[in-house]
T-cell receptor, first 116, second 110 residues
Framework: EAQVTQNPRYLITVTGKKLTVTCSQN?????MSWYRQDPGLGLRQIYY???????DKGDVPEGYKVSRKEKRNFPLILESPSPNQTSLYFC???????????????FGPGTRLTVL | LAKTTQPISMDSYEGQEVNITCSHN???????ITWYQQFPSQGPRFIIQ???TKVTNEVASLFIPADRKSSTLSLPRVSLSDTAVYYC???????????FGSGTRLQVQP
C-alpha cells in the first residue's frame, strides 16, 4: 500500500531532551516536507526537501533540523525541544514535477508532540 | 503568495450539494488552485486541482471563473463522512509553495 508513515504517533517529552520523528514513504517520491499544525494557525511548513541531500527552510524552521540521506526517509530532529514546539506534526511527500499532479502532496498520519 | 479567504464554517444535511467558495484576488498567472480535505487528527488529503474553467473528478468539481479571482469547490450529495475541514490553496507548481490557511469547517448533519 502506498503510504507515508511517521513514528512515533504520540510523544510526550521534557524540555531540552533531543528527539527525532521519523518519516518514510514508499512511493519513490522526490519531494518531502514537514508541517506543524496549531489551532488557529493552520498548517505551516517547517522544512522541505526536493531530493536526496537537498533540503531547505520552510516558513517556521527555527528549532528544527532535517536530513535527507535516502530518498524514502526524511527525519525531523528537535535538538533541544521547548514547550512552544508542542504541536501536531505532519510529514508529506509529492510526485515529481513531471507527473502532472502539480500540488498533490501525500500526508502521513501525524505525530502529536507534547513538550513539558 | 496569493492570500485566500474562505468561510470559517458551513453546515449542510446529507444528500445536499455543498459549494465552498474561496476568494484569491491576488492570484498570479502561474498559480494553480488546489483543495485539500482534512479529518480530525489525520493528515490533509488532496481533493482536486485546477487552473481555469471547470475540473471534475470522482470526488468533487472545481469551478474557476475567467478572472480566476475566486473558485468554488462543489461536493455533490454530501454524507456524514464528508464532515471535515476543507482548505483552498493557491500557488505555483513547485513544492515549496503550499500554504494552508484556516480552512472551512464543514459539518454535515443527518
Amino acid at each position: 500500500e502506498a503510504q507515508v508513515t511517521q513514528n512515533p504517533r504520540y510523544l510526550i517529552t521534557v524540555t531540552g531532551k533531543k528527539l527525532t520523528v521519523t518519516c518514510s514513504q514508499n512511493m519513490n517520491h522526490e519531494y518531502m516536507s514537514w508541517y506543524r499544525q496549531d489551532p488557529g494557525l493552520g498548517l505551516r511548513q517547517i522544512y522541505y526537501s526536493m531530493n536526496v541531500e537537498v533540503t531547505d527552510k520552510g516558513d517556521v524552521p527555527e528549532g528544527y533540523k532535517v536530513s535527507r540521506k535516502e530518498k524514502r526517509n526524511f527525519p525531523l530532529i528537535l535538538e533541544s525541544p521547548s514547550p512552544n514546539q508542542t504541536s501536531l506534526y505532519f510529514c508529506a511527500s509529492s510526485l515529481p514535477e513531471t507527473s502532472g499532479s502539480y500540488n498533490e502532496q501525500f500526508f502521513g498520519p501525524g505525530t502529536r508532540l507534547t513538550v513539558l | 503568495l496569493a492570500k485566500t479567504t474562505q468561510p470559517i464554517s458551513m453546515d449542510s444535511y446529507e444528500g445536499q450539494e455543498v459549494n465552498i467558495t474561496c476568494s484569491h484576488n491576488n492570484i498570479a498567472t502561474n498559480d494553480y488552485i488546489t483543495w485539500y480535505q482534512q479529518f480530525p487528527s489525520q493528515g490533509p488529503r488532496f481533493i482536486i486541482q485546477g487552473y481555469k474553467t471547470k475540473v471534475t473528478n470522482e470526488v468533487a468539481s472545481l469551478f474557476i471563473p475567467a478572472d480566476r479571482k475566486s473558485s468554488t469547490l462543489s461536493l455533490p450529495r454530501v454524507s456524514l463522512s464528508d464532515t471535515a475541514v476543507y482548505y483552498c490553496l493557491v500557488g505555483p507548481t513547485g513544492r515549496r509553495a503550499l500554504t494552508f490557511g484556516s480552512g472551512t469547517r464543514l459539518q454535515v448533519q443527518p
